[in-house]
């Protein structure tokens, strides 16, 4: 399997564009995080899906982000619009279960300028 | 919801075991305990997972006291590829298939050689 597979793994945007975040997590996995990760906050969650339904978004910061996993293959992550505060690298993970071992992706580097 | 607190950063020589403990005062009876380890731009990858006493693996132990409020992460002989983030992380289980997943701020290992 070729593990949690993140795009773009980098992205440059000024302030005001919406940004869409794509996750494709490891087939047979059942659940599918979203984190955001900064120097001054560390390692936040922000939602998580267990069989496509979200979970838990209580970690999404305010209505400008949202998530979305309209199958078990694939999910979303969108900020509009975006701010510079929003600049971080995010993560997506999945794992067979809500407890199980958590496989991160590569992240997305954001950058809103 | 169980916070964790572990020391911001440790150093160590190479061939010594390190030892990092993460603090969970509050952690509950059904929450497990798991360490994950994080290179410089690379997504969290696990290391270990526990509830109570000790877990070994070929890569680290994991030293829970029978109070479960703390729990020590044990890496024997580090080397310099050892040098990385440390996170604590307690999975605490909120009901119909909800898991509050709190990261840990991290402990930045740095072995010198």
């Known amino acids: 399997d070729a593990g949690v597979i993140q795009s773009p793994r980098h992205e440059v945007t000024e302030m005001g564009q919406e940004v869409t975040l794509r996750c494709k997590p490891i087939?047979?996995?059942?659940?599918l995080f979203w984190y955001r990760q900064t120097m001054m906050r560390g390692l936040e969650l922000l939602i998580y899906f267990n069989n496509n339904v979200p979970i838990d978004d209580s970690g999404m910061p305010e209505d400008r982000f949202s998530a979305k996993m309209p199958n078990a293959s694939f999910s979303t992550l969108k900020i509009q619009p975006s701010e510079p505060r929003d600049s971080a690298v995010y993560f997506c993970?999945?794992?067979?279960?809500?407890?199980?071992?958590?496989?991160f992706g590569p992240g997305t580097r954001l950058l809103v300028l | 919801l169980a916070k964790t607190t572990q020391p911001i950063s440790m150093d160590s020589y190479e061939g010594q075991e390190v030892n990092i403990t993460c603090s969970h005062n509050n952690i509950a009876t059904n929450d497990y305990i798991t360490w994950y380890q994080q290179f410089p731009s690379q997504g969290p990858r696990f290391i270990i997972q526990g509830y109570k006493t000790k877990v070994t693996n070929e890569v680290a132990s994991l030293f829970i006291p029978a109070d479960r409020k703390s729990s020590t992460l044990s890496l024997p002989r580090v080397s310099l590829s050892d040098t990385a983030v440390y996170y604590c992380l307690v999975d605490s289980y909120s009901g119909a298939g909800s898991y509050q997943l709190t990261f840990g701020k991290g402990t930045k290992l740095s072995v010198i050689p």
């Open positions: 993970a999945s794992s067979l279960g809500g407890s199980e071992t958590q496989y």
């Open positions: 087939s047979g996995h059942n659940s």
